[in-house]
């Protein structure tokens, strides 16, 4: 969970785009990405199981190698290269949230490790439509009211904010999507964030109800 919060705090800090910002950036999202496949390691065990981990690794290996990519000359090296970088970023999160819920439907006790991972699901949730939105920007810019022009790093920021008040149920008002892409991808999310909620609270209830009703002593 330490893991999901270092990037939601010290967002701010990178939204100048200056080369710290960078390395900073890129610094969190690589640890992120490791201690996500920490602890999420193969889950179903058929034949396909080995290829789709192999992929998944594949895909954080590129979005890790890729987030480097404006370090070394302080600037994106183009619009596309940008734009497949949040893309790698995007499928990677939205992978680990869907691996993730998987993985506590399977636990069979609730206890304070899985309690902890379903609040690192949540602010993953949270991360992975804050760079959803980002591409969303990206590919059509002017879907959400961020600073216009504004780059990379600023708009990551500031997107990240919107993902976490749209899933929050807040909505200040402050940053609004403002054409019908943008509205679409704030009924999705929230939607997904009230879905994964529902599905998480009966999982885990499920979970701790069955555990009591086995360790109860039988009349």
């Given at each position: 969970m330490g893991a999901c919060l270092l990037p939601i705090l010290l967002l701010p800090v990178t939204a100048k785009g200056d080369l710290g910002g960078r390395v900073?950036?890129?610094?969190?999202?690589?640890?992120?990405s490791v201690q996500v496949l920490r602890t999420l390691p193969r889950i179903a065990l058929d034949r396909h199981a080995g290829l789709r981990l192999v992929l998944y690794r594949a895909i954080a290996g590129l979005s890790c190698v890729a987030s480097w990519?404006?370090?070394?000359?302080n600037a994106w090296p183009n619009p596309a290269v940008r734009l497949l970088v949040l893309c790698s970023m995007?499928?990677?999160f939205l992978i680990s949230s869907l691996r993730l819920v998987n993985l506590l439907a399977r636990v069979p006790r609730v206890n304070l490790e899985?309690?902890?991972?379903?609040?690192?699901g949540?602010?993953?949730?949270?991360l992975t439509g804050g760079v959803v939105a980002t591409v969303t920007e990206a590919l059509k810019p002017g879907s959400f009211s961020v600073v216009h022009g504004a780059g990379h790093e600023l708009m990551m920021d500031r997107?990240?904010?919107?993902?976490?008040?749209?899933?929050g149920g807040l909505g200040?008002?402050?940053?609004?999507?403002?054409?019908a892409l943008g509205e679409r991808f704030a009924i999705l999310l929230s939607v997904s964030s009230t879905l994964y909620l529902t599905v998480l609270m009966g999982l885990l209830l499920g979970r701790f109800l069955a555990s009591?009703?086995?360790?109860?002593?039988?009349?």
């Open positions: 900073l950036l890129a610094t969190m999202f690589t640890l992120l990519f404006p370090v070394p000359t995007a499928l990677f899985v309690l902890a991972g379903a609040a690192a949540y602010l993953l949730l949270g997107l990240t904010y919107f993902s976490f008040i749209t899933i200040y008002g402050d940053i609004l999507p403002t054409n009591g009703a086995a360790d109860s002593p039988k009349s």
